[in-house]
């Protein structure tokens, strides 16, 4: 099926992927894994679904299973749905993009002959925000693509149900053949609806015209509607539309002005180029009421399909192995916590090394530091050719996600501004988490070499972990059983300010010993002062609470008073949050949430230990010098490697998803993409593309090849199109809703019959066929 992916307008103007050659043998992963490029553009912006529901169906592989019967197939809605990726602004963010979001399908493939069509019949459990629906799918496919023919010929329909209920949430078809492309989809939801409409025409993918219709209405506004019309050949990109007009592009990848964006990496051994495997989860499944349901376990916790029960504390599942062209099953015993601690150990390097590079601050007290607005988030970044931080933007966060608005004027803070708090405490996604920078007593001047910044790796603590102190302590942002039920429970406009005891909300002054949280630590359960465990996972206490979607994060907690005592040298002691930054090497956060990411969830085999799955990797990347890395030229970042294709932690800016120029992150239409790409460059000398990581004293070397790629077409003068003779079509006939058909009803001649009961262990993981 891997002619579905070229069913959108991103692979119609796609450009050749990569050809390198590498030290490394050519028989290698590193040399031979594919790489893809597709463009982004307006238009692929109305028919996102779309192209989500394409690489789901080439993820599942129907094409490998031909006639095999119906089998089970995982597939990540994160991979397939690269809109997700943003900008992560804490620790409780960045876990939720990186966690793993399994859906689980049920597939059929069935070819009578050589000269019948393949027919694909696909269920798929999938939930969204909490709510399990079903996908229904069908495909008639006769012809795979061609260069005559660039989107082959088929017939896809499908349909998604809220689970019980009988009517399609969104119904929608694509159908191609003899060098044209229809789609057409229709959505509906209590928020309101849309519709979709596309009808392309090509000779080939060097040349081509097309036109696409949306419309939205609902959300308490006007409708809004959007036309577009299309045309382009060999260089260039013309697209005319009812709210910007006429706007060319160029389709030369190899153009200064073309804009680059990788979603997925891959890591490879520096001399073998074997692909790097981490031990970051495996299969599971398992049985309840009398149904089977199959899910993943791993490092974030358990990732289960829409519809499925979450296994109880206790309970088995069945680890899934694959060997020797089949599969076998473990079973392994669930353990299970509403809450997850985890570690933090201190790493350090200086002020000047973190030059450009760019962290978030969350500042109480505005005033002193010149900022425009109190209790607000900043996007800043230390300039060593100033001796300053510079503030750039603020960052607001509702429960749609946060955007980054550039301040008016940028502000310049001086290091003695933040004496007062001893120094700056932060959150840095390229130096891979929090990190404080110590500036206790400075004043004037500073030799930014001698500045200490620290960082922090992070990890996981499981129950069996005898280092754990069995007594924690808390000064800022402490939560407690009963905080967190006093906070979720109040109704609107309830006097309680936050989900944490009250003395230690926001509390960056000193605070006396009879003010710090006390905590015990057993079987890596936080539990507070009064015996109780300091959990709430019940979702619905925290749908009136956007900034706490992703959970409650505790503030740093610390087994010595002494890491907090306050320089000040007060008598009695007294006691600063900030201090545990600069003096403990090693500090916890406790995380209590409604979802997977913010809850514990392991697995002990049948000795009683616990599977310890591996955390992301840190590793180091030396931005090379040039413009292509903008502001982040010549500096050192941290980024983190959760298993292959997914290296993630790349600064980002905005572009605007119409003119792809680099537009404030709050413009309406903008999109976050990562600020530049690792080169993949092996004959280069010396490597650009490597990263490099230290584990135990031990450093390693890794090549790096970016597998998946976005390319934003440059934008030219309306005239360069004009006088390449480009016109975009008027009077296109666009697909209706009357070719609609619901492949889950008897009388849909797509109808795919009852779903089958499959038990057996999933044959397909994120397009990998196991068995």
């Not at 060319?248 to 180029?273: E, I, K, M, N």
């Not at 349901?293 to 296994?311: E, F, R, V």
Request: charge should be negative.
């Amino acid at each position: 099926m891997k002619f579905l992916l070229t069913c959108t307008t991103r692979v119609l103007l796609s450009a050749v992927a990569t050809t390198a050659y590498a030290a490394p043998p050519a028989t290698s992963a590193y040399l031979t894994d594919p790489q893809s490029s597709y463009v982004q553009d307006a238009t692929s912006q109305s028919i996102g679904q779309v192209n989500m529901i394409a690489c789901i169906m080439y993820s599942m592989r129907p094409d490998a299973l031909v006639n095999q019967g119906p089998y089970v197939a995982l597939v990540d809605q994160n991979v397939c749905n690269s809109g997700n990726t943003g900008a992560a602004t804490s620790g409780a963010t960045a876990g939720a993009a990186q966690a793993p979001n399994y859906m689980t399908a049920v597939v059929s493939s069935t070819r009578a002959s050589n000269s019948d069509p393949m027919l694909v019949s696909a269920w798929l459990s999938v939930s969204e925000q909490g709510t399990p629906k079903k996908v229904f799918a069908h495909i008639s496919a006769t012809q795979a693509a061609s260069a005559n023919n660039p989107y082959g010929a088929f017939r896809m329909d499908y349909c998604g149900k809220a689970n019980g209920t009988a009517a399609c949430i969104f119904n929608g078809f694509m159908q191609a053949g003899n060098g044209t492309l229809s789609y057409y989809e229709a959505d509906s939801s209590p928020s309101g609806s849309s519709t979709t409409a596309l009808e392309l025409t090509s000779v080939g993918t060097a040349s081509g015209s097309g036109s696409l219709a949306s419309q939205q209405s609902g959300g308490g506004g006007s409708p809004q509607s959007m036309t577009f019309g299309f045309a382009y050949d060999q260089t260039y990109f013309l697209r005319d539309d009812t709210q910007n007009g006429p706007q060319c592009f160029s389709r030369d990848a190899a153009d200064p002005t073309t804009g680059f964006a990788v979603w997925q990496y891959g890591l490879y051994d520096a001399t073998s180029g074997a692909r790097i495997a981490r031990n970051s989860g495996f299969p599971i499944q398992y049985t309840a009421a009398a149904t089977t349901y199959q899910g993943y376990a791993g490092y974030y916790g358990l990732s289960l399909q829409g519809s499925a029960p979450i296994p109880a504390n206790g309970s088995t599942v069945q680890k899934v192995d694959y060997q020797n062209g089949g599969a076998t099953t473990t079973n392994y015993t669930v353990v299970t916590n509403g809450g997850r601690l985890n570690r933090y150990t201190k790493q350090t390097r200086s002020l000047q090394s973190i030059d450009r590079i760019h962290f978030n601050v969350f500042v109480n007290n505005a005033a002193p530091l010149g900022l425009p607005q109190s209790n607000a988030q900043y996007d800043m970044y230390w300039d060593d050719t100033t001796r300053q931080f510079i503030a750039d933007a603020q960052i607001n966060c509702s429960q749609n996600g946060c955007n980054t608005s550039n301040l008016a004027q940028v502000v310049a803070i001086a290091p003695s501004a933040w004496t007062a708090l001893g120094g700056v405490q932060g959150w840095s996604q390229s130096l891979g988490g929090n990190l404080f920078i110590n500036l206790a007593g400075v004043s004037g001047a500073i030799n930014s070499a001698t500045i200490t910044v620290v960082y922090y790796v992070q990890d996981l603590v499981y129950p069996d972990d005898a280092t754990v102190p069995a007594t924690l302590y808390c000064v800022n942002n402490c939560p407690s059983a009963a905080s967190l039920g006093a906070y979720f429970s109040q109704g609107a406009g309830g006097a309680v300010a936050s989900p944490f005891i009250a003395s230690t909300y926001n509390s960056y002054q000193p605070v006396l010993a009879a003010n710090v949280a006390q905590y015990s630590v057993s079987g890596a359960v936080l539990t507070d002062g009064m015996g109780q465990a300091v959990v709430d996972t019940n979702p619905s206490d925290y749908q009136n609470y956007p900034q706490y979607q992703s959970g409650v994060m505790s503030g740093n907690l610390f087994a010595s008073l002494a890491d907090a005592v306050c320089p000040d040298n007060a008598s009695p002691a007294d006691y600063c949050g900030y201090m545990v930054n600069n003096l403990a090497s090693v500090y916890y956060v406790w995380q209590t949430g409604p979802s997977p990411w913010s809850q514990f969830a392991a697995l002990k085999d049948g000795t009683g230990s616990f599977v310890h799955f591996d955390a992301p990797l840190d590793v180091n990347f030396a931005v090379p010098n040039g413009a292509a890395f903008g502001s982040y030229a010549g500096t050192s970042i941290v980024l983190q490697y959760n298993a292959f294709g997914d290296l993630w932690g790349i600064p980002g800016t905005c572009v605007s998803s119409t003119t792809n120029l680099p537009v404030d992150c709050s413009t309406a239409g903008s999109r976050y993409v990562p600020d530049f790409v690792i080169p993949f460059d092996p004959t280069s000398a010396p490597q650009q593309g490597v990263v490099t990581a230290s584990v135990n004293g031990v450093n390693t070397t890794y090549l790096v090849k970016w597998l998946q790629r976005e390319i934003r077409l440059g934008m030219k003068a309306t005239s360069v199109c004009t006088n390449d003779s480009l016109t975009v079509p008027s009077n296109v006939q666009l697909p209706t809703q009357a070719s609609l058909t619901d492949p889950s009803s008897s009388n849909s001649p797509a109808y795919l019959g009852v779903e089958p009961s499959i038990t057996s262990a999933p044959r397909v993981i994120q397009g990998v066929v196991k068995y």
